[in-house]
């Protein structure tokens, strides 16, 4: 185990917690550790361990650290799996921080100022109550991309800019006020996806989330066990599972958060759309309808042209 920088010990209570979702990450996690602990502040860290029964060495390696850093280092965990969304709850229940920032255990951080520069932005704007940054993604083969991102300068984003933006945006960047995220709902245990709704949750309070164009993380892509493999390898009916899930998580999200029905409708669409086609495919006419009516226009206007220059496209 190599030696990490550690942040500098406080008698305080920390300012920051940093939750680190672990599941099977034990060919990644020592690196998420040490990136976090090589943060440089003038402010208390923790750094809180949630760890769902996994099979491998994640819980053994974050053990370690515990020895090693029993101040700044805790591990929460359980006696069975609870599965992504209550182990997110069951972190945050256990984040003693006025922020709480994330990062999974098979990503990590590349930049040893992240959370001064994130608190500091934060600290500018009282207001806002969610900051989030560029990353890299890193790929099997070894190979390192830039996320798109959402611009070259810092700026206050509104919530309907942050849906939809896929890996434009990275989990490992984010950082809540931790009032913001602390009282979940119920449903949010069974949403297919924590990210989405943890913003939908902050910036519903505030109006706004804080963007700094920064690099402070990296994404690793299609890592064994990771979402986007998971999703790679599922299979058609599976997308219509999850499909429905997201509806019904966006539909709650709409009512619990008070978001209002248009802001989501357009994201929301392309499951509508999806499970629409299914239904049709198993000649439930009724169903089809239901969910073709909910589509936002905006949303069938681009499908059409987007059909419309396909087939211009392959006629020439």
């Not at 849906?163 to 009282?183: K, M, N, P, V």
Request: hydrophobic share 40%; charged share 25%.
């Amino acid at each position: 185990m190599t030696n990490a920088r550690a942040p500098k010990i406080f008698a305080t209570r920390p300012l920051v917690s940093v939750l680190i979702l672990a599941y099977n990450h034990g060919r990644y996690i020592q690196q998420a550790i040490e990136s976090i602990l090589s943060q440089v502040t003038d402010f208390a860290i923790e750094v809180v361990i949630a760890e769902d029964c996994s099979t491998d060495e994640t819980l053994s390696i974050s053990k370690k650290f515990v020895d090693l850093s029993p101040e700044i280092v805790r591990v929460v965990t359980g006696d069975t799996n609870v599965g992504m969304m209550k182990n997110l709850r069951r972190g945050i229940a256990g984040c003693r921080g006025e922020f709480i920032a994330l990062c999974e255990g098979d990503d990590f951080w590349v930049d040893a100022f992240k959370l001064a520069t994130q608190v500091n932005g934060l600290r500018r704007h009282p207001e806002i109550d969610f900051c989030l940054t560029r990353g890299l993604m890193s790929y099997p083969d070894g190979s390192f991309g830039y996320s798109s991102g959402l611009g070259d300068c810092e700026r206050i984003l509104r919530l309907a800019d942050l849906l939809g933006t896929g890996t434009s945006i990275q989990t490992a960047s984010f950082l809540f006020r931790a009032r913001s995220i602390r009282d979940l709902p119920d449903w949010f245990d069974s949403a297919p996806v924590g990210d989405l709704f943890l913003i939908v949750a902050s910036v519903r309070m505030t109006g706004g989330a804080l963007y700094q164009p920064a690099i402070t993380a990296c994404y690793r892509v299609l890592t064994d066990g990771s979402w986007t493999q998971r999703m790679k390898q599922r299979s058609a009916e599976y997308y219509v599972l999850h499909s429905e899930a997201m509806i019904k998580a966006y539909e709650s999200a709409e009512e619990c958060f008070d978001v209002p029905r248009k802001m989501l409708r357009y994201h929301v669409s392309g499951y509508y759309w999806l499970v629409a086609k299914d239904r049709l495919r198993k000649l439930h006419v009724v169903d089809c309808i239901t969910y073709i009516i909910r589509i936002d226009i905006a949303f069938i206007i681009e499908r059409f042209v987007f059909r419309a220059r396909s087939c211009f496209v392959s006629s020439l």
